[in-house]
């Protein structure tokens, strides 16, 4: 799933360790199947809810909600539907390299910690996680999804029936690859989180605490990104 960028010279930006670009580059890849860089962002119709850093797509039948904790800050986005949910978060990664790899490992290692497993699978957007996460009602299905962008990652957390039902996981597949991400210019802390808001029309989302079960599935992946 390769990815694309427009380039530009921006001289006020400087990651830390990190030259500045070259004032003039050839775009690496052509094109992209998505989730997009907001620079391949495609020309389409399609109506996505602007969070800021995320523009994503509701799947159809189904709702958004925002994912906000106890001092109100909206840590992620949840899609839901039919008793499936996918969260989404975006981070920012190194101009140089994604983080997939090493985020699966410690992920992979928080899951044994907490009593949960995983392993290593090839799935739609290349290699993921198939897991079981340690829950109060016994083990529960889970796919943890993760994709490098220019300058950040996007990772996705499936649960419900969409973890292991091809058919279930399609519409979730589908509008992880229509985000769009918009990592902005400033420089940043690797696996620092893109900052979320709330949409400019406050109906197209219902910002809420996530519920017991999904928040402490995502649990099982903030631990490892906060490392």
Do not use: C
């Not at 775009?27 to 391949?40: C, L, S, W």
């Not at 039919?82 to 190194?94: C, R």
């Not at 829950?135 to 220019?150: E, H, N, S």
């Amino acid at each position: 799933m390769p990815f694309g960028r427009r380039r530009r010279l921006d001289r006020s930006v400087r990651e830390k360790g990190v030259a500045p670009e070259p004032e003039s580059r050839d775009r690496e890849q052509t094109t992209t199947t998505g989730p997009y860089d907001v620079h391949d962002a495609p020309e389409d119709s399609l109506l996505r809810i602007d969070l800021g850093t995320l523009r994503i797509a509701p799947v159809a039948g189904g709702d958004l909600r925002l994912d906000v904790n106890k001092a109100g800050k909206i840590m992620s986005a949840t899609l839901r539907h039919q008793g499936s949910a996918m969260q989404v978060g975006a981070f920012a990664a190194p101009r140089q390299g994604g983080i997939w790899s090493d985020v699966r490992a410690e992920i992979l290692a928080t899951l044994g910690q907490q009593g949960g497993t995983g392993e290593e699978t090839k799935g739609a957007f290349g290699t993921e996680l198939a897991a079981k996460l340690a829950m109060k009602q016994g083990p529960q299905p889970a796919r943890f999804i993760g994709v490098d962008g220019p300058r950040w990652f996007l990772r996705a957390l499936i649960t419900g029936p969409a973890a292991t039902d091809d058919g279930a996981a399609k519409p979730f597949e589908q509008a992880l690859r229509q985000i769009i991400v918009v990592r902005g210019s400033e420089p940043m802390p690797v696996r620092e989180q893109l900052p979320l808001r709330l949409p400019t029309d406050p109906r197209e989302s219902q910002p809420a605490e996530a519920d017991s079960d999904s928040e402490d599935s995502a649990d099982q992946a903030d631990q490892a990104n906060q490392r």
